[in-house]
């Protein structure tokens, strides 16, 4: 086989390959929620069943040192490094400070986001808990722009 044929079957292999992979590149698939360790923070009222509705850990330090491993686990894949979305979901630096801000991202962040029966954000509410929603919230405090 010369070179060009050569080039071409590795071309035409390559792409075969691609479009093989292509659905589960699309989709957000199977999204396993990685376990955050939240015991440095202080215990909040009505532990993970009751939640707050203003951030208790806003600009806690250690809150937000958790919070950026949280997130970078479990929301960098859709809301982009840093918090800077590359278009799949929402880019969270533009989210609101204070308690409007908390408001939609808890509900978010307990409930999820679904429309029309396609699960665009799963619930991390209960399976992550208020401590470590709360503490990625701090985290993305730290990220607000109002650019």
């Known amino acids: 086989m010369n070179k060009t044929a050569s080039r071409i079957l590795l071309a035409i ?7 093989a992979m292509a659905p589960g590149i699309m ?4 999204v396993t ?8 923070l202080p215990d909040l009222p009505g532990g993970n069943d009751t939640w707050v509705e203003k951030n208790p850990y806003s600009g ?6 958790i ?3 949280a997130y970078g686990q479990n929301c960098a894949r859709c809301h982009g490094l840093q918090a800077i979305s590359g278009g799949i979901a ?16 808890v509900e978010r962040f307990r409930h ?12 991390f509410g209960d399976v ?3 401590k470590a929603g709360w503490a990625i919230r701090s985290w993305l405090e730290t990220q607000h722009t109002e650019d």
């Open 67 to 69: 919070g950026e491993s």
């Open 112 to 123: 999820g986001s679904s429309h029309d029966g396609k699960v665009y954000m799963p619930a």
């Open 128 to 130: 992550l808990g208020q």
């Open 33 to 40: 929620p990685q376990a955050v360790d939240t015991s440095a």
């Open 27 to 30: 989709a957000h698939g199977n």
């Open 60 to 65: 806690d330090a250690t809150a937000i040192k």
């Open 90 to 105: 929402p880019d969270l630096r533009y989210l609101e400070l204070g308690d409007s801000g908390d408001e939609w991202f």
């Open 13 to 19: 292999s390559g792409a075969s390959l691609c479009l």
